[in-house]
């Protein structure tokens, strides 16, 4: 059924769950959709936004590949922030991924998560 869904059903179905999902129904629909692994960058997204807020361990690699590899702030900036405003578990791996990725994003992107403070001010461009 999955399959034949088209990317707009994929994103309703998935924008609509509630944002705190656990953990044990996020490894689920990963394992039955490939949402961590798709090549679709908005269903994507939308999976690892899931994830982030459930801090969901599993979806971590996907989540680091996904921020080194998609440059568009509109996917980048809210998941960044999102891990960013978690001090405990959210930040270590925004702060980690950030540096790595930072060189890699466009300036505009880059002023706006300089501000989250991830990273020391000569690193920062500061």
Same mark, same amino acid.
Request: net charge positive; aromatic share 12%; hydrophobic share 50%.
């Given at each position: 059924m999955w399959q034949r869904w088209t990317t707009d059903e994929k994103l309703r179905f998935l924008t609509r769950l509630d944002k705190k999902q656990p953990n044990l129904r996020l490894a689920s629909l990963d394992r039955a959709y490939g949402l961590a692994a798709t090549g679709n960058n908005e269903v994507r997204f939308a999976f690892l936004t899931l994830a982030v807020a459930a801090r969901h361990d599993p979806a971590i690699p996907a989540l680091e590949? /996904? $921020?080194?590899?998609?440059? *568009? *702030?509109? /996917?980048? *900036?809210? $998941?960044?922030t999102a891990l960013a405003a978690d001090t405990q578990w959210g930040r270590p791996i925004a702060t980690r991924v950030y540096a790595r990725a930072r060189p890699l994003y466009h300036p505009v992107t880059t002023r706006d998560l300089d501000k989250l403070k991830l990273l020391p001010p000569n690193e920062a461009g500061s």
């Open positions: 590949q /996904f $921020l080194l590899m998609q440059g *568009r *702030r509109k /996917f980048v *900036r809210p $998941l960044i």
